[in-house]
């Protein structure tokens, strides 16, 4: 994109065109390890089952349901297709037969890893040329947007 371009566009289509690419920049690199692309929701669901997993904690997808902000059929779907990938599987729980837990696969455990290692190699590339109080200036100013994002959800919701 063309420095002209991008500068012609509101904060709100900047951050997307960020956004969007990373998200293809992440997709291009684990579609080589799944074989298959890994939706945006997917990857969150795949992290934060990998973190619960890690500290012990057994979830179901009713659990991951709660945590995400997101309807239940999306979540479904999105463990289906996660299964599906056999990146996670479901297995009985031993105390109660009727609830299942999410557990990650050897290939979601290296698709965690392998992820972790694309965004930490991204993050030191994005930062290198940065000096620190560039790296101050642009977390200041995205903890603002958030926080304002937030203000506006939040009133909202009190209407």
Do not use: P, W
């Not at 696969?105 to 965690?112: A, H, M, P, V």
């Not at 109080?133 to 304002?148: A, G, N, P, Y």
């Amino acid at each position: 994109m063309k420095r002209e371009i991008f500068e012609s566009k509101s904060i709100s289509q900047k951050l997307y065109i960020t956004n969007k690419v990373m998200s293809n920049y992440l997709y291009k690199y684990l579609t080589y390890t799944v074989g298959d692309k890994i939706t945006h929701l997917e990857g969150r669901i795949l992290s934060f089952i990998d973190r619960e997993n890690k500290k012990g904690v057994i979830l179901t997808s009713k659990d991951v349901t709660d945590h995400f902000n997101v309807t239940k059929v999306s979540i479904s779907n999105a463990i289906n297709s996660l299964v599906e990938k056999g990146l996670v599987e479901f297995q009985m729980m031993e105390n109660d037969r009727r609830c299942k837990m999410l557990i990650m696969t050897k290939l979601g455990k290296k698709t965690t890893l392998e992820t972790s290692k694309i965004f930490s190699a991204l993050d030191k590339k994005l930062t290198s040329s940065l000096s620190e109080e560039e790296r101050k200036i642009i977390d200041d100013i995205l903890f603002k947007l958030i926080t304002t994002i937030e203000e506006v959800e939040d009133e909202k919701q009190t209407k």
